[in-house]
């Protein structure tokens, strides 16, 4: 797994900074979707 996400560019966080330890990927703000999304009832 840890292959893995290093191969799509995730960084590890081990804690030290005070953030909890994670898998992190840095992405652009347009690449965000904030549309509201519509679910199916």
């Given at each position: 797994?840890?292959?893995?996400?290093?191969?799509?560019?995730?960084?590890?966080?081990?804690?030290?900074?005070?953030?909890?330890k994670?898998?992190?990927?840095?992405?652009?703000?347009?690449?965000?979707?904030?549309s509201?999304?519509?679910?199916?009832?």
């Open positions: 797994m840890k292959d893995q996400l290093k191969a799509r560019s995730y960084r590890w966080s081990d804690g030290s900074d005070g953030r909890p994670s898998w992190w990927i840095e992405i652009d703000e347009e690449a965000v979707d904030t509201p999304s519509m679910s199916v009832v």
